[in-house]
């Protein structure tokens, strides 16, 4: 069965820097995850109790995967993303066999951040999904988190969900998904940063980039980063038919704007 995409399990390129915004969030990684990943003697010098997972909880394509990406670039660990259909077949046995794959692949690439995308789905708080069935899933996902001894396996899991409330509640005792984190939409100021990451090495006229944070409330990173795609075709666009080359433009960002929507509204 494959297991997330082989492209993925590489070592990001992305970085901290990267991620717009989210101060608070890199610090909370920074200390939980990434310095006694790569510092584990001076953790384990002061009986300083480390392992655990981060649970990121918010809306969509505000950067819970990006972030857990940039994670695995910080701490130089590949990152494997795992979504519930890697998990769940029809036949117990499979689903079992799945998540011990799963977890004999992660300790296979470690250095590795097993990434659970969208948790919530894992678990009996779901009513659509049968809790008899659930229960040895969950059981056995559970026992291999717990498993993980993250100062010598190398090894650690980030998990995500839109859906907090919905998460069972045995994933968030100690040692397993143990702190939850909000990520919320970005402010204005964090989405000055994301618009100037996202226009970072394009053609540009002169850019007023508080005007386009103000512009975009609740606008979340994802939508940012698709006001810069729409604005850069359009003006790609252009220029092929005119044969006539010139940067983005403010009017290009917002038209670009206008011509899209937040996504955040409803969270
Ligand atoms: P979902 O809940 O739908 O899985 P998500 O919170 O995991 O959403 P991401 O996949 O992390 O969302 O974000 C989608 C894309 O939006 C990213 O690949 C990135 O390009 C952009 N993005 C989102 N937030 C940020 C940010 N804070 N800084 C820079 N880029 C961002």
Not at 112 to 120: N, T, V
Not at 219 to 225: F, H, K, L, P, T
Request: aromatic share 8%.
């Amino acid at each position: 069965k494959r297991i997330g995409n082989s492209l993925d399990q590489e070592t990001p390129a992305v970085r901290f820097h990267d991620v717009g915004g989210l101060d608070n969030l890199k610090e909370i990684i920074r200390m939980k995850i990434v310095k006694p990943f790569i510092n584990p003697g001076l953790f384990d010098r002061f009986r300083k109790k480390t392992g655990g997972g981060i649970l990121l909880f918010g809306p969509p394509g505000c950067g819970k995967t990006y972030i857990a990406k940039a994670t695995a670039g910080e701490c130089n660990a590949k990152f494997i993303p795992v979504h519930i259909t890697d998990i769940l077949d029809p036949y117990l046995g499979m689903s079992s066999q799945n998540i011990k794959d799963i977890f004999a692949n992660a300790r296979a690439k470690k250095p590795c951040i097993l990434f659970f995308d969208e948790i919530d789905t894992v678990g009996y708080n779901r009513s659509k999904l049968s809790s008899e069935h659930m229960r040895p899933i969950v059981d056995h996902l559970l026992a291999e988190i717990e498993g993980i001894d993250s100062s010598t396996d190398k090894l650690l899991i980030i998990g995500a969900t839109n859906m907090p409330w919905d998460v069972d509640s045995a994933f968030k005792r100690p040692g397993r998904f143990d702190k939850t984190v909000f990520v919320p939409p970005p402010d204005e100021a964090a989405r000055i940063s994301i618009f100037k990451l996202k226009l970072a090495g394009r053609p540009v006229e002169t850019i007023d980039y508080e005007l386009l944070a103000k512009a975009t409330e609740l606008y979340s990173g994802a939508d940012i980063d698709n006001v810069v795609e729409v604005a850069t075709e359009n003006v790609i666009h252009e220029i092929l038919s005119s044969g006539k080359e010139r940067p983005i433009s403010m009017k290009d960002l917002s038209d670009a704007i206008t011509s899209t929507k937040p996504s955040t509204i409803e969270w």
